[in-house]
């Protein structure tokens, strides 16, 4: 970690809690994220290897549904890019001065 600092830099910190619980084949991963919110990934495997791609999207779907959740609330980013977005300042043209 400290070498990794050290060479990189550090530029957010993802301060989370995660609870991880399954149904069947279907594990759900419930993050608690400090300054964002709470999430959740649901993640269907084909343990048995008896499930087409598209009976494990079907389950997915179905938790999707069940918890009330739409293709909108989807994200493709990480906690740490949702964070640096969150804290990025914000310039308004009227008052920021050029050095």
């Known amino acids: 970690k400290q070498l ?3 060479s990189n830099g550090i530029l957010t910190i993802v301060d989370k809690k ?8 279907v594990k759900f991963q419930l ?3 400090k ?10 495997t084909d ?11 079907n389950q997915c779907e179905f938790y999707m549904e069940l918890f009330k959740l739409s293709e909108s609330d ?3 980013v ?10 990025k ?5 009227a008052s920021y001065e050029k050095p």
């Open 4 to 6: 990794l600092t050290i």
């Open 31 to 33: 993050d608690t994220v």
């Open 18 to 25: 995660r609870e991880i619980y399954f149904i069947d084949n």
């Open 78 to 87: 990480s906690y740490s890019d949702l964070i640096l977005e969150k804290t």
């Open 47 to 57: 343990v048995n290897k008896n499930k087409s791609k598209e009976d494990l999207l």
């Open 35 to 44: 300054d964002l919110g709470t999430f959740i990934e649901i993640e269907a």
């Open 89 to 93: 300042p914000v310039y308004n043209n």
């Open 74 to 76: 989807l994200i493709s």
